[in-house]
């Protein structure tokens, strides 16, 4: 017996337990890396400070895969239980989004004199997007298909938005690397960048009906789910921040060479939409504060705490790029506040994260996502 008067429990036990979910670190870290490059009040040594946390997020990224790859090698079934799994599932996205995250810090911070990056980054985003489509359409339809006792409306949480999620953010990835394409490869980018963006949008829409009747039926989520509202800040944000991006990488060649007027009126209608989008996303953040504040004392650590940072990564980076598109200073000031906060909750969740693992919250026997699934092995 352990001093806590628990039995012990070995390595092996403890590494079933490292679920999909462990992938919102990575992916967090590198939408930090993100949002430092983009913040609007850059100081000196600010772009080192955003390539070691882009560095950091690479090794996390590696140890997690390590992690779960020794998990899946241990126990092999456990690769396909959690795949199957109503709860654990829904996070294997996350693996998705932590690359597209490290996709899009190499656009940045991977020094473009080098001329293979950018052909390099053009396939990537072909096979991400063929990757997270499937994975849509596999996902839901699994979802879909199993029987109606796995997943109820009174157990809904933002996390059914997730499997959308990664193709949706093809947009911001497309935004992210459509400028340094040649004239042939940027048009193809942008068009897939919308169409995709456009998918994930109105599936999170029609997910936002499927919560706002859960909320209005059966009330808030528990208390150590409601970090998990924050998820619904994401779809808006990095939608509008897609639009922007998006409308500002036109290139006057092809459609638009013989359109030419349709450029501006395109980036006039990203600058509007995107405030309209900027606007649902405050408000699903003013809820899903209030809902944390409300219940805050009664909250221990799981992994659903990451949605603290990614969601509103995307929330700060629509912000910076509404206050640099109407040049007001006053917004690129609340962008850069908003920024400072980010990284402070970031130290904050990933401080409660390490003391949940040294303190056996997590990564333990009926504790994580995968609760309910294999039976344990020793």
């Not at 609007?40 to 390539?51: K, M, S, V, W, Y």
């Not at 970090?227 to 808006?236: D, E, I, K, R, S």
């Amino acid at each position: 017996m352990n001093k806590d008067g628990m039995p012990p429990v070995s390595f092996k036990q403890r590494i079933q337990h490292f679920t999909w979910a462990w992938f919102t670190l990575p992916m967090s870290t590198g939408g930090l890396a993100l949002l430092l490059h983009n913040t609007p009040h850059q100081f000196p040594g600010l772009f080192t400070i955003g390539t070691i946390v882009y560095i950091l997020d690479l090794v996390v990224f590696v140890v997690a895969c390590g992690a779960i790859l020794t998990r899946f090698i241990l126990v092999p079934e456990s690769l396909t239980a959690s795949l199957l799994h109503p709860t654990e599932s829904l996070f294997f996205p996350t693996w998705w989004l932590a690359l597209v995250t490290i996709l899009n810090g190499a656009q940045l911070y991977g020094y473009l004199d080098s001329p293979w990056l950018p052909d390099a980054l053009f396939v990537m985003f072909w096979i991400y997007i063929a990757c997270t489509f499937i994975m849509a359409v596999v996902m839901y339809w699994n979802l879909f298909a199993a029987p109606p006792t796995r997943l109820t409306m009174q157990g809904m949480t933002p996390a059914w938005i997730l499997p959308v999620f990664p193709i949706m953010l093809t947009g911001t990835f497309a935004g992210t690397i459509a400028s340094v394409l040649a004239p042939g490869r940027h048009i193809t980018v942008l068009l897939a960048g919308i169409t995709f963006q456009g998918l994930g949008w109105m599936i999170s829409f029609l997910m936002y009906a499927m919560l706002f009747q859960r909320l209005m039926l059966y009330g808030l989520p528990p208390p150590n789910l409601r970090p998990g509202l924050f998820m619904a800040v994401g779809p808006p944000s990095f939608t509008g921040l897609a639009l922007l991006s998006l409308a500002r990488g036109i290139q006057p060649n092809g459609y638009f060479k013989a359109h030419p007027d349709s450029i501006p009126t395109l980036q006039y209608l990203a600058d509007f939409i995107a405030v309209f989008l900027w606007a649902l996303s405050f408000w699903f953040w003013c809820i899903a504060l209030v809902s944390v504040l409300h219940t805050c004392r009664r909250m221990t650590f799981h992994l659903v705490w990451w949605a603290f940072v990614f969601p509103n990564i995307g929330f700060s980076l629509i912000t910076i790029q509404i206050g640099l598109v109407f040049e007001s200073e006053s917004i690129q000031w609340v962008a850069s506040a908003m920024t400072v906060i980010v990284v402070i909750v970031w130290l904050v969740v990933l401080g409660f994260n390490v003391r949940a693992v040294i303190r056996k919250e997590i990564m333990m026997p009926g504790m994580d996502e995968d609760k309910g699934g294999l039976p344990e092995f020793r």
